[in-house]
């Protein structure tokens, strides 16, 4: 069992570290700053679906609705 920090196991995965840190955000646990390559396979084997956009999409806000006439000038 070989402890790897995040470029070690970018490397490793064939990965950039880019999508490592994306792993990260989405859930992966790298506790002190080192993991295994199981634990990555293990993650990756249980998340199928994910997708570096998937981890740093912009959360939705909604946005405000303007009534038709209440519109002020900017010179008001």
């Known amino acids: 069992?070989?402890?790897?920090?995040?470029?070690q196991l970018a490397e490793r995965l064939g990965r950039s570290n880019g999508y490592v840190s994306a792993m990260c955000r989405a859930?992966?646990?790298?506790?002190?700053g080192r993991t295994t390559l199981k634990?990555?396979?293990?993650?990756m084997a249980a998340n199928?679906?994910?997708r570096m956009?998937?981890?740093y999409a912009?959360?939705?806000?909604p946005r405000?609705?303007?009534?038709?006439?209440?519109r002020q000038?900017?010179?008001a």
């Open 1 to 7: 069992m070989e402890l790897l920090n995040k470029s």
């Open 27 to 32: 859930g992966f646990q790298v506790p002190c």
């Open 39 to 43: 634990a990555a396979m293990d993650w």
């Open 48 to 50: 199928p679906d994910f």
């Open 53 to 55: 956009a998937d981890a």
């Open 58 to 61: 912009r959360p939705v806000t």
């Open 64 to 70: 405000k609705k303007v009534s038709a006439g209440t």
């Open 73 to 75: 000038s900017a010179l």
